[in-house]
Nanobody
Framework: QVQLVESGGALVQPGGSLRLSCAVS????????MGWFRQPPGKERDFVAA????????YYRDSVKGRFTISRDYASNTVFLKMNSLKPEDTAVYFC???????????????????WGQGTQVTVSS
C-alpha cells in the first residue's frame, strides 16, 4: 500500500518562500507519476504540478509557472514543491498524489490519481 505524508506547510508573508515535502512509502518516486494539488477554502481541488510517469517530464498550472518547482530525491523517496514569490491566492491545503498507471493527458485531473496524502496547510498573509 502506497502511503504519502506531506509536511512543510506554514504561515508565510506575501513574497515569501516555502518548500513542501512528500515522503513516499510502498512505491517509488522514480517509477510513479507524482503530483501536487491544492484546495482553497470552499473550493475544488486543483492541479499544481506533476512529474509524468514516464520520461520524468514536469507540468505546472499556468499561475505557478516560474514560481513553483517540483523535484524528487530518489535516495529518500521524497517529492518536493519549492514555492517562491508566494501570493495570498496561493493559500490552500496542499496535497501530494501518486499513481502508477496515470496517463500524461490525465495528470491535471484529481479523480484520476490513486493515492493521496493527508494535506498540509499553506497560508499566505501579512
Amino acid at each position: 500500500q502506497v502511503q504519502l505524508v506531506e509536511s512543510g506547510g506554514a504561515l508565510v508573508q506575501p513574497g515569501g518562500s516555502l518548500r513542501l515535502s512528500c515522503a513516499v512509502s510502498g512505491g517509488s518516486v522514480r517509477t510513479y507519476a507524482m503530483g501536487w494539488f491544492r484546495q482553497p477554502p470552499g473550493k475544488e481541488r486543483d492541479f499544481v504540478a506533476a512529474f509524468s510517469r514516464t520520461g520524468g517530464y514536469t507540468y505546472y498550472r499556468d499561475s505557478v509557472k516560474g514560481r513553483f518547482t517540483i523535484s524528487r530525491d530518489y535516495a529518500s523517496n521524497t517529492v518536493f514543491l519549492k514555492m517562491n514569490s508566494l501570493k495570498p491566492e496561493d493559500t490552500a491545503v496542499y496535497f501530494c498524489a501518486a499513481d502508477q498507471r496515470i496517463m500524461t493527458s490525465s495528470l491535471q485531473l484529481p479523480t484520476q490519481w490513486d493515492y493521496w496524502g493527508q494535506g498540509t496547510q499553506v497560508t499566505v498573509s501579512s
